[in-house]
């Protein structure tokens, strides 16, 4: 076990942003986890697990001792005739996972083609795009935990899968509240897709192409390449423009509260969600306030999506959440809605 100490963390964060890790440890797999448990220096001090740290803002280095996810491995577990189980480690890139299982044949990640950060990462928040939400692929998950060094196995239910949402991103106050966050570290992730494949085009962008192209049955492949073309228009590539995708979640409100901002504000963009209540989308709720391009210091509005934060250069993690405050004042101020982050602000 090597522990490396201040570690320059600008690479392993998609926004860019300039923070050291005091101390951190690589992890390939379960025995580096358990080799570090047994350590009498560092078994017991506290710890953060980083994945592709697509989801996160540093407002300065870390302190507790950094596990950065890089448990290798894709392979297909079982190919049977009413599904594919396939399991890819941790560390894997999840965008190159996605492209992968399309060139061995595996259809049905198509739509979450493009997403930044890890596939370790993917189920904490339950990463979706264009209809489709890792839950809906998802068949279990093995972690590790870091208290007592057991490893288990999760399917669906218990990883308590929401919105942007899972039992990940909640950290308990006390033994026995509900939550695995700081607690977990998933190793490998295993997704179930089903046989026959069916395509999911109900979202606006994609009806779009079909309407451009003509192509009214697009293949798994094709869809890819849509969902890759929509994003790299409207969604800046971290490699280029430092930013950890949507900074808020799209709200929800009860369809009196909807039809009470539709009187005030007939073009706001609104869904009616399943459950009955109303989503509403926070890029335009954003973006009638008019910060789109806007910024605080070297963090901005992204131009083409209001609803990405973005470093122009030397953004500090303070200017980042210094302006997610001040957007989530005013459409506080103008439509009486609470914006939530996304990120986890470390
Ligand atoms: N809109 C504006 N102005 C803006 C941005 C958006 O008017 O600046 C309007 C759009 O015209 C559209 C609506 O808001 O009518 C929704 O915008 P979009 O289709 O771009 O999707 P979104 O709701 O902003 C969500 C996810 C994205 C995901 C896309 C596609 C959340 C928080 N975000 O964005 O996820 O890629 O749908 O499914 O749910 C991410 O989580 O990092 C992410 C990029």
């Not at 964060?13 to 986890?33: M, S, Y």
């Not at 570090?36 to 507790?64: C, Q, R, W, Y």
């Not at 196995?153 to 039992?167: H, I, K, N, P």
């Not at 409207?234 to 929800?252: E, H, M, Q, Y």
């Amino acid at each position: 076990m090597i522990v490396e100490q201040n570690v320059p963390l600008q690479a392993h964060n998609t926004f860019g942003i300039v923070a050291k890790a005091r101390a951190l440890v690589r992890v390939h797999g379960e025995a580096d986890v358990l080799q570090l448990m047994a350590d009498p220096e560092h078994g017991h001090v506290p710890k953060f697990v980083l994945g592709g740290g697509s989801n996160i803002v540093l407002t300065g280095d870390v302190k507790p001792l950094v596990l950065k996810i890089e448990v290798p491995g894709r392979r297909v577990v079982e190919d049977g005739p009413r599904f594919t189980v396939l399991e890819a480690g941790a560390g894997e890139n999840w965008h190159d996972f996605v492209t992968w299982t399309l060139d061995q044949g595996h259809a049905g990640l198509e739509n979450l083609a493009l997403i930044p950060g890890t596939v370790g990462a993917a189920p904490v928040q339950n990463v979706g795009a264009y209809g489709v939400e890792l839950q809906d692929r998802f068949e279990s998950l093995d972690a590790i935990d870091l208290v007592t060094g057991k490893i288990f196995t999760l399917d669906a239910a218990q990883c308590a899968f929401g919105y942007r949402d899972s039992v990940f991103k909640h950290v308990p106050a006390k033994e026995g509240d509900f939550g695995l966050g700081g607690r977990a570290l998933i190793l490998r992730v295993r997704f179930r897709l089903p046989k026959p494949w069916k395509p999911v085009l109900g979202y606006a962008d994609l009806q779009r192409k079909i309407q451009e192209t003509g192509i009214a049955n697009p293949s798994p492949r094709q869809i890819y390449d849509w969902v890759c073309a929509v994003r790299t228009v409207k969604l800046p590539d971290p490699r280029v423009i430092g930013n950890a995708g949507s900074f808020f979640k799209n709200p929800t409100v009860s369809p009196d509260q909807c039809q009470d901002i539709i009187a005030r504000e007939p073009n706001i963009v609104h869904y009616p969600m399943p459950d009955g209540s109303v989503k509403l989308a926070a890029g335009w709720l954003i973006d009638a306030c008019g910060w789109k391009g806007k910024s605080v210091g070297n963090a901005g509005v992204y131009e083409k999506q209001a609803l990405v934060l973005v470093n122009r250069g030397g953004a500090t993690g303070g200017e980042v959440v210094t302006l997610a405050r001040a957007i989530q004042t005013s459409v506080y101020e103008r439509f009486g809605i609470r914006l939530e982050p996304e990120p986890v602000v470390v």
